[in-house]
């Protein structure tokens, strides 16, 4: 299958307009089971604000937030593909670019020690663009997370040893929700990366804390590991907004890799109730928009 790079430029744009406005059908589910089991009054009456907020912004075709993110496009080329790498690169920056543009909405995108902005939502290494594969044959998938500040700084790496065992994993990230507390703008979807070296690591917690709702780790141990600290982290009272209460995640979850015989790092990246994310998949037939 041949992909058309005009195509692609355009999904990219539509992408980032769609993730920005539109929240997926899981995180809808997650405040409504949240809604249900809250059990304190103030948290609830939180809930149903942030419910509301949702509700208004795509009825009248609004911004979930205000804060546009830092632009991630998550590629997956199946096995039957034919695409010029780097121009499918090239198309999704131009198309991350136009969609800034031509919306318009405020572009996040600084540089790092001038902050001059481009205006556009890219700069150097941004969108940032991570290309893997998939064993489906006739397919290109491209799912759009726009990251914002508040969920991405509260960023943590902790280069355990071994002797410390699995209690350390979790005291790390137990002591991780207690300090964002409500500057994530709970409910999160806390990530966990467990293995790797350093920087996969913050890699599996950034894919963990961007999955959808519903979705479980493959690893045995791992899925084991997202249970347990689902419902510890929901119980430090830290609450919708940090205001208190039994809401403060959505649930926790987890990515591993095989790491060195004398480590154990563990790193925590944090998504915000705003949990936004939205995907095209290129067939024969044409292409597909969801979540």
Not at 34 to 59: F, H, P, Y
Not at 106 to 132: C, E
């Amino acid at each position: 299958m041949r992909i058309d790079l005009r195509e692609v430029e355009e999904a990219a744009k539509e992408l980032y307009i769609r993730a920005l406005k539109r929240l997926p059908p899981d995180i809808k589910q997650g405040f409504d089971a949240l809604a249900r089991r809250e059990s304190d009054a103030g948290a609830q009456r939180m809930l149903g604000t942030m419910i509301a907020n949702i509700k208004v912004a795509e009825d009248t075709d609004n911004l979930l937030c205000q804060d546009t993110g830092i632009p991630i496009y998550n590629v997956w080329i199946g096995r039957g593909v034919e695409v010029d790498g780097m121009a499918l690169k090239d198309a999704i920056r131009t198309g991350c670019a136009r969609s800034t543009r031509e919306h318009p909405f405020r572009s996040s995108v600084v540089h790092p020690t001038t902050r001059v902005n481009a205006q556009d939502s890219t700069g150097r290494g941004i969108p940032v663009i991570n290309i893997d594969f998939t064993g489906e044959r006739d397919a290109l998938v491209i799912e759009m997370v726009p990251k914002g500040s508040g969920s991405e700084n509260n960023s943590w790496l902790r280069m355990a040893i071994p002797a410390e065992g699995v209690d350390a994993i979790k005291t790390f990230v137990v002591d991780c929700v207690l300090e964002a507390g409500g500057k994530t703008c709970p409910p999160t979807i806390v990530g966990v990366g467990v293995g790797g070296t350093a920087d996969l690591c913050v890699h599996l917690a950034k894919t963990a804390a961007t999955r959808p709702l519903g979705t479980r780790c493959e690893d045995a141990e791992g899925a084991k590991l997202e249970a347990e600290l689902s419902a510890a982290v929901n119980m430090l009272g830290v609450g919708p907004q940090g205001l208190g209460g039994d809401s403060t995640s959505f649930a926790v979850h987890v990515e591993t890799a095989a790491t060195h015989i004398t480590m154990n790092p563990v790193a925590v990246n944090m998504q915000c109730h705003s949990a936004r994310r939205a995907r095209a998949t290129f067939r024969p037939a044409g292409v597909e928009y969801g979540y």
